[in-house]
């Protein structure tokens, strides 16, 4: 079947420091690969997606990279801000009008 | 906002009360979803409408009771619960073509069961 796995959080990290949260998937085909981002006391946000291998995802100042032979889909920043205080949420969508699947989830805590 | 639009917010409500959670999208979507989303759990898939029809229900207790009256609106009519039926409720909607856009959720209703 199909899945998503996360780093565990949370993850404790200074400011201006550079975040990476890993993401693994398993699933048949080519699916599409997404972050959402969820800040406290909201839903969850669209931050970035990817389509096709080797596609890269980019929005405020994250990325994330297709890596179809080792199925991953890391999240970084390489300087990261208070404000990024947050959940984020690695998903995937296995077919073109298949549901999400999501992961678990990791906090991220960013400290002045 | 997000173009899903989620209320109450807030919702308070004793185990013998009957209340409603509201859903309302206005983007055009054809599919909405409603997940439950408890602390230090994942994300639990509670129903999935695609064209106002049911076409998921994962092993939710019938004191949840989903209604989709039109491909705009979404409701999830509550009774009888308990209190670990105390989460934050998320409505979500996509359009056909999950894997090029995603999904757009709500706000969510944080509910507490007392």
């Known amino acids: 079947g199909n899945s998503v796995t996360q780093m565990e959080g949370p993850v404790t990290l200074s400011e201006e420091a550079f975040l990476t949260i890993n993401c693994t998937y398993t699933?048949?085909?080519?699916?599409?690969l997404f972050w959402y981002v969820q800040y406290p006391g909201e839903g969850l946000q669209l931050l970035l997606k990817?389509?096709?291998?080797?596609d890269k995802g980019s929005n405020k100042g994250f990325e994330a990279t297709y890596r179809k032979e080792t199925t991953s889909f890391h999240l970084e920043k390489g300087s990261v801000q208070v404000s990024d205080s947050a959940v984020y949420f690695c998903?995937?969508?296995?077919?073109?009008?298949?549901?999400?699947?999501f992961g678990a989830g990791t906090q991220v805590v960013v400290t002045p | 906002e997000t173009g899903v639009t989620q209320t109450p917010r807030h919702l308070v409500m004793g185990m013998t009360n009957k209340k409603s959670l509201k859903c309302e999208q206005h983007?055009?979507?054809?599919?909405m979803y409603w997940y439950k989303q408890s602390a230090k759990k994942p994300l639990e898939l509670m129903f999935v409408?695609?064209?106002?029809?049911?076409?998921e229900n994962n092993s939710v207790p019938s004191r949840f009771s989903p209604e989709c009256p039109n491909s705009s609106h979404l409701f999830l009519h509550l009774h009888t619960l308990q209190p670990e039926d105390s989460a934050l409720y998320l409505c979500?909607?996509?359009?056909?073509?999950?894997?090029?856009?995603?999904?757009?959720f709500g706000s969510g209703t944080r509910l507490t069961v007392v």
């Open positions: 979500a909607s996509s359009p056909f073509g999950v894997a090029i856009y995603g999904y757009t």
């Open positions: 699933a048949t085909g080519y699916p599409s």
């Open positions: 990817a389509t096709k291998a080797d």
């Open positions: 998903a995937i969508s296995p077919r073109s009008w298949g549901k999400l699947q």
């Open positions: 409408y695609s064209l106002e029809e049911r076409v």
């Open positions: 983007l055009g979507h054809n599919a």
